[in-house]
């Protein structure tokens, strides 16, 4: 039997620890690397997808989950951060960040590992910039070493010392990379501060198995409500109550509601009341300044990047749909709900939609309108012409 001095018994233990914390750490960075996908995107933004992974798949009944794909930057974080209890299944968070803002995704990376549920749930990807003549893009992986004990008594300061980007945000492409980094072939596109109803993904998961597929060119419609009140509501009968009260109303019905009305709403609280389980009936595409949320699959189409931000930016993907001769159906028993009714656009909001009318927004128009004729020319009377 080998015997090893005691005087040397400090040393060998100490040299033998060291090398185990160098071998997992090793094991550790490889797994992020291998893990982390990075893309140089037009010679004009890195994206790391992957930054972090959920660790539930949501496929115990042998059902494709839907995938709420989210995306913002970091003055969104605080509502991201509460998306896992109100939804059911995986979240791609696709969040936009800057040298300023850098913060936030050591932030998400201590919430990923501290928060179980979180972890559970989101997979985030990054996305940034890049400066002049920027050949290829970093890998930026997670700290391994969190205090959570320390970050869960810090949160809400570490939250407020986050930095905001100021940058234009590139909106279509932020949805597109949280769909790309989807876990799951079914993608239910939504705004961060939307509040779902109760057992969404649940629910509607039998339903978007059967219709979506990616071949059949179907999509499924979710009905969006809007309300001041403090208490959302989550289920059918609460939201009926508020809607009657006139204390809920119908998405944006002060402002630009020609964009998000879905006709028959009396119908649609019939059946989702008298129905046991959630169903779907086709309804007519409305025109080109439809912008509804959609579930569509992975093979489907994606929103036009190169379009401007906050100009026609969603009807873009919704008008592709029809020209692309997709059917539109609408959702029973599932909504959401966002808390704060719409009057005008904020001042921010108008600046942005200044510039970009200002600077892209003829550009993008000709070479959408052109795909899109290019591509279908049979559905234009279908359609209608596309409007900027």
């Known amino acids: 039997m080998l015997k090893i001095s005691s005087r040397f018994t400090p040393f060998a233990l100490f040299l033998l620890f060291s090398i185990l914390l160098c071998l997992w750490f090793l094991k550790k960075y490889s797994q992020d690397l291998s893990r982390i996908s990075i893309e140089l995107y037009e010679n004009e933004f890195c994206i790391g997808y992957n930054f972090l992974e959920a660790t539930e798949k949501f496929r115990e009944d042998g059902l494709e989950p839907v995938t709420l794909a989210i995306h913002g930057t970091s003055d969104v974080l605080e509502v991201v951060e509460k998306k896992p209890s109100n939804w059911d299944g995986p979240i791609s968070f696709g969040m936009f960040v800057d040298y300023h803002s850098q913060k936030a995704l050591e932030y998400v990376a201590m919430l990923h590992q501290c928060d179980k549920e979180f972890g559970e749930k989101v997979t985030v ?43 234009i945000y590139p909106i279509n492409l932020m949805r597109n990379v949280a769909r790309r980094g989807a876990t799951s072939d079914l993608h239910l596109i939504v705004d961060a501060d939307m509040t779902m109803s109760s057992d969404f993904a649940r629910k509607v998961k039998p339903i978007a198995n059967r ?47 020609i964009g998000h009305k879905i006709p028959d709403v009396e119908k649609w609280f019939h059946a989702s009341k008298t129905e046991n389980e959630v169903t779907a009936w086709e309804i007519p595409y409305s025109g080109n300044a439809w912008e509804v949320q959609v579930i569509l699959h992975r093979n489907d189409m994606y929103n036009a990047e190169y379009f401007p931000s906050r100009i026609r930016d969603m009807q873009s993907l919704i008008y592709g749909l029809c020209r692309a001769n997709y059917t539109f159906n609408l959702l029973s028993h599932v909504f959401n709900v966002h808390q704060g009714i719409k009057e005008d656009d904020t001042m921010y909001s108008k600046v942005v939609t200044a510039h970009s009318k200002r600077y892209g927004r003829n550009r993008a128009f000709s070479r959408y309108v052109h795909e899109m004729n290019t591509a279908y020319p049979g559905t234009i009377q279908r359609c209608g012409k596309f409007e900027m």
């Not at 893009?137 to 010392?161: A, G, H, M, W, Y």
């Open 125 to 167: 990807h990054y996305v940034f910039r890049t400066s002049p003549s920027q050949m290829d893009c970093p890998v930026i992986t997670p700290d391994v070493s969190v205090n959570c004990d320390e970050f869960r008594r810090n949160r809400k300061q570490l939250l407020k010392e986050i930095t905001s980007p100021f940058q």
């Open 211 to 257: 219709i979506i597929d990616g071949k059949q060119r179907q999509v499924l419609v979710v009905r969006r409500f809007e309300t001041n009140e403090d208490e959302i509501p989550l289920e059918v009968e609460q939201l009926k109550m508020g809607f009657e009260n006139q204390k809920v109303f119908e998405f944006h019905h002060n402002f630009f509601f």
